[in-house]
């Protein structure tokens, strides 16, 4: 299996970090940002800290800054069997969606593993329904340097075709599924992926501007009933809009998978909390004002995401130094 991963951050460098250790046969080319981590990965390799303390060390991934691979030439129909593109939302420009439209084959399958709404119709645009899937993580990771990377988190992982097209999406969303799993990433198919993907939504909406907000870790949310009461009227609130959507679920099972993620990553510090300690833009449009959005196009009202909205925006253009 030829894979392409895009994406030198955390999510990227433990993907490419267990798949080149685990696939034999194959090739795998991480894409990055910078020359400077393209030569660091090439020279280093990737090295993933396990959260058993051991350390493995992946020496056959090959490496690529974005400007090199959006501008390589490649014989027709000698593209990857998977790109995995595993950059955060606010990090998939036009550059991005074009170079992954011009170094995929007919027979090249896109996976994105994003937070949030609005990547899928941006790539839509350019790569072909059927050949387009998604997939919704809740590993943890945290990347430590330009070639390290540590496993904070072990969850799972959810794959499938974005189009209701099972028959067809399956069996490549299954071989995808195998090749996760033999990295040791916990991996289903799902013939629901929209459902997940608003699953994940919901859960990153409450989670994420909580613990950046409180700047606590995941599990301590659960250790104080007024946290808890805020995560109830964010979900209640979030859960409401899922249903006007088309994509509610019975009473209670968002809300038990959302306590057990928490105690599941309690050591976690969530994406938003890791982007705002570091002076990062985070992904609050594409999580909470998503959401939003969708709110207002079923005419409701969120008092509690809107205020945790504006909350988290006052923070990062405080830590950003604006006014
Ligand atoms: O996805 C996550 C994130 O941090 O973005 C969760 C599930 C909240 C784990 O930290």
């Known amino acids: 299996m030829n894979i392409e991963i895009i994406g030198g951050g955390s999510l990227g ?18 894409v990055v940002r910078t020359p400077g981590q393209a030569a660091a990965v090439s020279r280093l390799g990737i090295t993933v800290q396990e959260q058993d303390g051991k350390h493995l060390h992946a020496t056959d991934a090959g490496c690529l ?22 950059l955060k939302q606010k990090d998939i420009s036009p550059q991005v969606v074009e170079a992954v439209h011009r170094q995929a084959s007919q ?4 996976c994105c593993i994003q937070n ?93 501007p909580l613990t950046a907000l409180l700047e606590i870790r995941n599990g301590q949310l659960l250790e104080q009933p007024r946290c808890m009461e805020l995560m109830r009227s964010l979900y209640e609130e979030a859960e409401s809009v899922a249903a006007a959507a088309g994509y509610g679920r019975p009473e209670g099972v968002r809300w038990g998978r959302l306590v057990e993620v928490c105690r599941a990553t ?43 909205h504006r909350l988290v925006l006052a923070k990062e253009a405080l830590r950003a130094g604006c006014e």
């Open 107 to 110: 027979n090249t399958r896109l």
């Open 266 to 308: 309690a050591g976690n510090r969530s994406s938003m909390l890791q982007d705002v300690t570091a002076g990062r833009l985070t992904e609050l449009e594409w999580l909470t004002g998503s959401l939003l959005r969708e709110a207002e196009r079923n005419a409701l009202k969120l008092p509690f995401h809107e205020t945790v």
């Open 116 to 208: 949030g709404m609005g990547h899928l119709e941006k790539l839509r645009a350019v790569f072909e329904g059927s050949r387009l899937y998604a997939a919704v993580t809740t590993e943890g990771a945290m990347r430590v340097s330009d070639t390290e990377v540590r496993h904070t988190g072990a969850g799972s992982t959810r794959v499938g075709g974005v189009e209701k097209e099972e028959l067809l999406t399956r069996p490549y969303a299954e071989s995808l599924a195998e090749m996760l799993c033999r990295a040791g990433f916990r991996t289903e198919v799902s013939d629901h992926i929209q459902m997940d993907v608003w699953d994940k939504l919901i859960m990153n909406c409450v989670i994420n």
């Open 65 to 86: 800054d974005f400007a090199a691979y959006s501008s390589r030439l490649h014989q027709a129909g000698s593209g990857a069997d998977w790109i995995i593109l595993a």
């Open 13 to 30: 460098l433990l993907l490419a970090g267990r798949l080149a250790a685990a696939e034999g046969g194959g090739s795998l080319t991480l």
